[in-house]
């Protein structure tokens, strides 16, 4: 058990629809990132946050769009999905936005039918 | 550009095989390297990594050295498990603007069968 936390486990939606994906990082982790795991893509960083601002960006859509919370608790939302959009979505945790180590959450698989 | 370039698989071995995973670089500098394991429905897991030329890496029997002259990183194991089955990601961590994130291989599988 990383400690990184991701709700829900599972999502089916339509395409066209809006999903909220929620990521809880380790106790103390001031960093999250996003990932996106697909069979034809492998895996993809989509965005950083550090302490409540974003950091870096990757491929991330402009559909998409994340934030991290007082808390530290960051969400991702995507927007009209698509099918294409169907993956596995991980955050990962650091302490700070420059060390070595991420720890991965266990992901959310999201469906697009 | 920064990559990771790691061979294809899936890769299918008897138990106690020996095991290499091959991984190569392109990155400006001299990045920290790691090996992530992903075990069937979890995430990843870091499984070992190396910061500087001629480092090894090593845990639960896995080792990987960083080759500068050859810009590798490859995955080894001398006698493999079942439970080794899981599939194996090779990544760079890469500075930008400040930053740091990691770039990922594309994954190979390994199948370990009794």
């Known amino acids: 058990d990383s400690g990184v936390t991701q709700t829900p486990k599972h999502l089916i939606t339509a395409t066209g629809q809006r999903v909220t994906l929620r990521c809880s990082p380790r106790s103390g982790d001031l960093s999250v990132y996003w990932y996106q795991q697909s069979l034809d893509q492998g895996l993809q960083f989509l965005i950083q946050?550090?302490?409540?601002?974003?950091?870096a960006k990757g491929n991330i859509l402009e559909r998409f769009s994340a934030q991290q919370f007082p808390d530290l608790h960051s969400e991702l939302n995507l927007s009209s999905l698509e099918l294409g959009d169907s993956a596995l979505y991980f955050c990962?945790?650091?302490?700070?936005?420059?060390?070595?180590?991420?720890?991965f959450g266990p992901g959310t698989r999201l469906t697009v039918l | 550009g920064n990559s990771v370039t790691q061979m294809e698989g899936p890769v299918t071995l008897s138990e106690e095989a020996f095991l290499t995973i091959n991984c190569t670089y392109t990155?400006?500098?001299?990045?920290?390297l790691f090996w992530y394991v992903q075990y069937p429905g979890e995430g990843l897991q870091l499984l070992l990594k190396a910061t500087k030329a001629d480092d090894k890496g090593s845990n639960k029997g896995f080792e990987a050295t960083y080759r500068k002259e050859t810009t590798s990183f490859h995955l080894e194991k001398g006698s493999v498990q079942v439970s080794d089955s899981a599939v194996y990601f090779c990544?760079?961590?890469?500075?930008?603007?400040?930053?740091?994130?990691?770039?990922f291989g594309k994954g190979t599988k390994l199948t370990v069968n009794p």
């Open positions: 946050y550090y302490n409540g601002e974003e950091r």
């Open positions: 990155a400006t500098g001299y990045p920290s």
């Open positions: 990544a760079l961590k890469r500075t930008q603007g400040g930053s740091e994130k990691l770039v």
């Open positions: 990962a945790s650091t302490e700070t936005g420059t060390t070595d180590t991420q720890y």
